[in-house]
């Protein structure tokens, strides 16, 4: 099974920043896809960004030019830079994995992040 465990989260003003990372238990290259979810107050799970397998970075129209998806392929972890954040940007952030080793996605427990005056 893979781990990953998920930092950085918190409480900033509108306007702010925030990195995320994302630790994995494997090595961040054995994974075919890996990226970020959220999840707001009644909202459903939605995908944030992503890098899937070639490089290919997708993003969520609510976040371009504004988040960034990145890893550190030696350290094996995934980040998230996170600006000009905005209220609606508060979720639940939860990072993920698609193992080919499993057949399988996991995910972190999720952390928080907070956008508010």
């Known amino acids: 099974q893979v781990q990953l465990v998920e930092s950085g989260g918190g409480e900033v003003q509108p306007g702010g920043s925030l990195r995320l990372s994302c630790a994995t238990s494997e090595s961040i290259l054995s994974f075919h896809t890996v990226g970020w979810d959220r999840q707001g107050p009644g909202n459903e799970r939605d995908m944030v960004a992503r890098?899937?397998?070639?490089?290919?970075?997708d993003y969520a129209d609510s976040v371009k030019g504004r988040f960034t998806i990145s890893r550190d392929d030696a350290r094996n972890i995934l980040f998230l830079e996170m600006n000009s954040l905005k209220p609606e940007d508060t979720a639940l952030y939860y990072c993920?994995?698609?193992?080919?080793?499993?057949?399988?996605?996991?995910w972190g427990e999720g952390t928080q992040v907070t956008v508010s005056s």
């Open positions: 993920y994995v698609y193992s080919w080793r499993y057949g399988s996605s996991f």
């Open positions: 890098i899937s397998s070639g490089d290919r970075t």
